[in-house]
Each structure stands twice: as C-alpha cells, then as structure tokens.
C-alpha cells in the first residue's frame, strides 16, 4: 500500500460527459502528479500541484483541468469526453517540489472508459 | 527534452533465469535519478529500486539490480533467480533533480514461464 488513495477505481461513462477523479496523497507529502496511461502505453505526464499551486503542466487537453485544495486531495477534471480519453489516471505524490529522494508514490490508478 | 528509450518492448525468460531489462535516457542534466517501476496485472505502479546519478555504486535491491552507466547514459536491470511473480510490465523512468516531472519510458512486458 503506497498510501495513496484514489477514487474511483473504476468509472464508465459516455462521450460528452464529464467527470472528476479524486487523489489524497500520502500523509505529510506536499506534492500530487497527475498521469494518464492509455491500452498499453507508457504513463504521460499530465500535471503536478505543490501545495495548492500548479507547478508544472504536460500534455493536458484544455478539456481537462486539475486542482489541488488546503488539505492536499487532488482532484482532475475530465470534460466534454471522447472515446479517446478511456485511460488509466494515476495519481503520484512525494515529498515536496523537488521529491525528496526523487521518487514518486502511486494510487492504484482510475480506469475510465468512455462509450 | 529528457526522453526514456526501453528497446526491448517484450521479453520471456524461464522461472530461475536471470533477465537483464535495458533502458537509455538522454539529459544534458547532471543531477538526476533513475528509477525502475512494476506494473503488475494489478495495475499498480511498484517502485522496484533507485539509482542516484551521483552514486558510482549500482543500487540493489535482493533479487534486483541495476548497471548503471553514466557516461553512455545506460540503466538496466538484472533480475536474478526470477519467479512467476515477476511477471509484469517494468517501465524505466528518470528525473531531474529539482524538476517536477518523472519521465517514463515506453516500457518491457516481461513474462516469466514456469
């Protein structure tokens, strides 16, 4: 158990649709990233908050946005959905902005499939 | 731009076996670390050991280790005895230090037959 917690672990829904995807990161750890994982695919770096502010952004589409609230649960928006964005969505926290020793912890991730 | 480059999309050795997984990244950093993670069918991301840049020493982790080779920006990763457990994907995966960002690799699905 990486001690953090994503919800829901799974989510069907329909194209055009919109959903939020929830992240609380392990006790004490300051920083939440945000990564999307397609069928067989490598993790593409989304976003990444630092104690409630946005610190460094990837790929995200302009339909997705993220925040991070006072008590450090993550939450990434998913709108106006295609098909396209059915994905793992993994949420990753670590020490601080510069990650302590370096890694990352992950949640066991939200498969989202869009019909 | 740092890029991660696993050229070894699958690979399948016997139970016991020893199993080497290659990674090459490419930075003009020189503070940085490198990680090997397992996805297992569950899903879940492991982290499976590190390696920091500034250590000469390979990281080792039982049953696993690293060859690191800094100057030809190279990172594999030996598992040795291997057991049906370790079936998985293993994604290599780098980051800077101080940057926000850990990038990944494309991955290796590894198969272990009994």
């Known amino acids: 158990d990486s001690g953090v917690t994503q919800t829901p672990k799974h989510l069907i829904t329909a194209t055009g649709q919109r959903v939020t995807l929830r992240c609380s990161p392990r006790?004490?750890?300051?920083?939440v990233y945000w990564y999307q994982q397609s069928l067989d695919q490598g993790l593409q770096f989304l976003i990444q908050?630092?104690?409630?502010?946005?610190?460094a952004k990837g790929n995200i589409l302009e339909r997705f946005s993220a925040q991070q609230f006072p008590d450090l649960h993550s939450e990434l928006n998913l709108s106006s959905l295609e098909l396209g964005d059915s994905a793992l969505y993994f949420c990753?926290?670590?020490?601080?902005?510069?990650?302590?020793?370096?890694?990352?912890?992950f949640g066991e991730g939200s498969r989202l499939t869009v019909l | 731009a740092q890029t991660v480059t696993q050229s070894q999309p699958e690979m399948s050795v016997q139970e016991a076996e020893t199993v080497t997984l290659s990674c090459t990244y490419d930075?003009?950093?020189?503070?940085?670390?490198l990680f090997w993670y397992k996805q297992p069918p569950s899903r879940q991301m492991i982290l499976v050991i590190r390696?920091?840049?500034?250590?000469?020493q390979n990281a080792t982790e039982n049953r696993f280790s690293v060859n690191f080779q800094k100057a030809a920006k190279s990172f594999s990763l030996k598992i040795s005895d291997s057991q049906l457990g370790d079936t998985a994907m293993y994604f290599c995966?780098?980051?800077?230090?101080?940057?926000?960002?850990?990038?990944f690799g494309q991955g290796t699905r590894l198969t272990i037959n009994p």
């Open positions: 908050y630092y104690n409630g502010e946005e610190r």
């Open positions: 006790s004490g750890d300051l920083s």
């Open positions: 990753a926290s670590s020490v601080g902005g510069t990650g302590g020793s370096g890694e990352l912890f």
């Open positions: 995966a780098f980051r800077v230090q101080g940057a926000q960002k850990l990038v």
């Open positions: 390696q920091e840049a500034y250590k000469q």
């Open positions: 930075t003009s950093e020189n503070n940085y670390y």
